[in-house]
DNA sequence: GCTAGGCAGGAACCCCTCCTCCCCT
């Protein structure tokens, strides 16, 4: 199965009233992570981006100040995603819902994608126990990746690729078959 | 902890609705 394994990086969590600043994604063939296949990119929002995320995410004015539109940046993520799945934590209620809202506003043309919430493999694994946010999965599988940074897409989708890898071959070893349920979304063109 | 939004699981109850918690920046 061919995934594209993907975060963003926001001004808040609202989709309606936050806008996207970071994207990254690496991509995964039949269950293994094509290091060499990345994207990234900062993206230029058009509000000034809140103290409390710069310290959390470490992204700041100097990082998106000659960073693409919102609109070129996913019409590139676009051409990387190809005919991929789409792999995100929590996407069903964050990433997919904050491209949609930025593909709206910029009046961008939309192409359907499948695309696969990352905490339905947690669930499906350690079922309603516990947590099943990224830190709660990273000590669950006992992952450490000391170069990948924590908030920043780059190291976040890093993470998130090893963990997806992990939880998908404890559920479905000759990665095959999906172990869970792919949603249809839209992204841009 | 707040923002928005409503999954998933459990309780109460008998089949759907309500409630609480969750997860993302």
């Known amino acids: 199965m ?13 989709p309606a009233r936050h806008e996207i600043i970071q994207i990254a994604a690496i991509r995964m063939r ?7 296949e990345t994207f990234a990119t900062f993206v230029q929002p058009t ?3 809140p ?10 004015r100097a990082h998106v100040g000659d960073a693409p539109r919102p609109a070129e940046a996913l019409v590139a ?5 190809g005919d991929a799945t ?14 949609h809202a930025t593909c709206a ?3 961008l043309p939309v192409r359907p994608v499948t695309y696969i919430d990352s905490l339905a493999l947690s669930r499906q694994l350690w079922g309603g126990r516990g947590g099943h946010g990224l830190d709660a999965v990273m000590a669950r599988l006992c992952l450490s990746l000391p170069d990948a940074r924590r908030h920043d897409a780059r190291g976040d989708v890093q993470i998130l690729a090893e963990t997806v890898r992990q939880m998908w071959s404890q ?9 869970v349920t792919r949603n249809p979304g839209s992204i841009a063109q």
């Open 2 to 14: 061919h995934l594209v394994i993907f975060d963003l990086e926001t001004t808040g969590l609202s």
């Open 30 to 36: 039949a269950g293994r992570i094509l290091t060499e």
């Open 47 to 49: 509000q000034p981006i």
């Open 51 to 60: 103290a409390q995320i710069s310290g959390y995410t470490g992204i700041t």
């Open 77 to 81: 993520f676009s051409r990387f995603v």
């Open 86 to 99: 789409l792999v995100a934590h929590n996407g069903h209620r964050f990433d997919l819902p904050f491209i």
């Open 105 to 107: 506003r910029h009046a």
């Open 171 to 179: 559920l479905s070893p000759d990665f095959q078959t999906c172990p």
